[in-house]
């Protein structure tokens, strides 16, 4: 008797919304430096080349900030400019000419900044975070986000969304984990707020919700919408893999068709110790 052959899911073909990858494997974005003014050098279209001519299926660029304050450094790439978008433009369409499929990751720092030292400008504003908590010793106290602080980063998300369809991605990422804006809302380590988007578990994932579903509808039924995620804060009373199943549940019920999983970094010491192996599943 002998063994059926198997089929080797991880190089062939899937298609998402239209989009085919010529396999399963991605390159998850890494951050280079940008031009100072978020936007990006031939070291990008050097590197994000290089992997479209590998082999790879999906090649993200990232991650981008959604507005000048929700850069990491001054040297992080932002997508919140007609500018940026043209200029990124040059990386899709290469990704694009050696049969990959071009994606980008849209984020915002929120109070992990790096604002001591004069690391970024003092004209780029305050860190912002769900609550008053500073992520570590060497980070300044964010101040609380208002209402309006909320709503104008929602619209920040959506405009760079529709900038990177119009820079040619196919796969535009929301950075929901590691430490960034959006996870702050989700943990109840970092989020002590009592309104509407503070402590009960629906609350807390409200503001990611209404940005992965603006998105989602912004960008039309043919752009691959993934949201990645730190599964567990490996903190007691703290976000963790339980939540993240229910968070899924309703990022799937709203057209999301990805989840990248990585985890830690929301809390200062413990670091992303399991990241994602890069497959598009």
């Given at each position: 008797?002998?063994?059926?052959?198997?089929?080797?899911?991880?190089?062939?073909?899937?298609?998402?919304?239209?989009?085919?990858?010529?396999?399963?494997?991605?390159?998850?974005?890494?951050?280079?430096?940008?031009?100072?003014?978020?936007?990006?050098?031939?070291?990008?279209?050097?590197?994000?080349?290089?992997?479209?001519?590998?082999?790879?299926?999906?090649?993200?660029?990232?991650?981008?900030?959604?507005?000048?304050?929700?850069?990491?450094?001054?040297?992080?790439?932002?997508?919140?400019?007609?500018?940026?978008?043209?200029?990124?433009?040059?990386?899709?369409?290469?990704?694009?000419?050696?049969?990959?499929?071009?994606?980008?990751?849209?984020?915002?720092?929120?109070?992990?900044?790096?604002?001591?030292?004069?690391?970024?400008?003092?004209?780029?504003?305050?860190?912002?975070?769900?609550?008053?908590?500073?992520?570590?010793?060497?980070?300044?106290?964010?101040?609380?986000?208002?209402?309006?602080?909320?709503?104008?980063?929602?619209?920040?998300?959506?405009?760079?969304?529709?900038?990177?369809?119009?820079?040619?991605?196919?796969?535009?990422?929301?950075?929901?984990?590691?430490?960034?804006?959006?996870?702050?809302f989700l943990s109840p380590v970092t989020n002590k707020?009592?309104?509407?988007?503070?402590?009960?578990?629906?609350?807390?994932?409200?503001?990611?919700?209404?940005?992965?579903?603006?998105?989602?509808?912004?960008?039309?039924?043919?752009?691959?919408?993934?949201?990645?995620?730190?599964?567990?804060?490996?903190?007691?009373?703290?976000?963790?893999?339980?939540?993240?199943?229910?968070?899924?549940?309703?990022?799937?019920?709203?057209?999301?068709?990805?989840?990248?999983?990585?985890?830690?970094?929301?809390?200062?010491?413990?670091?992303?110790?399991?990241?994602?192996?890069?497959?598009?599943?």
């Amino acid at each position: 008797m002998t063994d059926k052959p198997t089929k080797n899911i991880l190089f062939s073909p899937v298609t998402i919304r239209g989009v085919t990858f010529r396999n399963r494997i991605g390159v998850s974005s890494m951050g280079q430096r940008s031009d100072g003014h978020g936007n990006i050098t031939d070291q990008h279209l050097v590197i994000s080349g290089s992997q479209a001519m590998g082999g790879a299926g999906l090649v993200m660029l990232g991650g981008a900030a959604v507005e000048p304050a929700g850069r990491v450094n001054r040297f992080n790439i932002g997508l919140w400019t007609d500018e940026h978008a043209t200029n990124m433009s040059r990386v899709a369409n290469y990704v694009k000419s050696y049969g990959a499929v071009p994606g980008i990751q849209l984020a915002h720092a929120g109070r992990i900044r790096f604002i001591n030292g004069g690391i970024v400008n003092d004209d780029q504003g305050q860190s912002i975070a769900p609550s008053a908590i500073a992520y570590s010793s060497e980070h300044v106290v964010p101040i609380e986000a208002t209402l309006h602080d909320i709503e104008r980063i929602s619209n920040a998300f959506v405009s760079a969304a529709l900038n990177a369809v119009k820079a040619g991605f196919q796969v535009i990422e929301l950075q929901f984990g590691h430490g960034y804006l959006m996870s702050t809302f989700l943990s109840p380590v970092t989020n002590k707020r009592s309104d509407m988007y503070g402590g009960s578990f629906e609350n807390r994932i409200r503001l990611g919700l209404d940005v992965a579903t603006r998105v989602r509808r912004a960008v039309g039924k043919d752009i691959v919408v993934s949201v990645k995620v730190s599964v567990t804060d490996y903190c007691e009373g703290s976000w963790d893999v339980k939540h993240t199943i229910e968070f899924a549940k309703r990022l799937k019920a709203i057209g999301v068709d990805l989840l990248n999983c990585s985890s830690g970094n929301v809390v200062d010491g413990v670091l992303n110790t399991a990241t994602n192996p890069g497959a598009v599943q």
